[in-house]
């Protein structure tokens, strides 16, 4: 009970200069669709980009246009599928691996299907990975 109690040294701080801090609890980058959206503009400003600082700072207006765009935007709401179809995935207690399949096999739809077709995603899971 003493370790649970216990704050960790960045609480601490906070808490002596009279700070609020809020810890988000752990995750995985896959279960996260903004992470992908990060990704395209951090893929944007790589291709456009000299490497300079004055270079970033004006590349980095066009990677947020890029990503707001209209393409952008459904690029989005795709990443957003695949996470929901992940975490579905991962709340019916499939594995990583097989999880990822799934969601690949089943992209049109918002939720990895039933129990019932579970036994035919392992099956091809086995089929393609053994």
């Known amino acids: 009970p003493d370790f649970l109690e216990q704050k960790s040294m960045l609480e601490e701080a906070f808490a002596d200069v009279k ?3 809020k810890l988000n609890p752990k995750f995985h980058c896959e279960l996260s669709w903004i992470e992908n ?3 395209d503009m951090k893929r944007f400003t790589r291709a456009n980009c000299s490497y300079s600082f004055t270079a970033l700072r004006e590349t980095l207006p066009e990677a947020i246009q890029y990503v707001n765009s209209a393409e952008g935007l459904v690029r989005n709401k795709r990443y957003q599928r ?3 179809r992940l975490l579905d995935a991962y709340h019916k207690g499939y594995s990583l691996a097989l999880a990822e399949f799934a969601a690949k096999k089943y992209k049109s739809h918002r939720m990895i299907p039933t129990e019932a077709v579970l036994s ?3 099956r091809e899971f086995e089929a393609v990975y053994d």
Request: glycine share 8%.
């Open 19 to 21: 700070h609020m801090m």
């Open 82 to 84: 695949r996470c929901f």
């Open 120 to 122: 035919e995603i392992q």
């Open 37 to 39: 959206v990060w990704g």
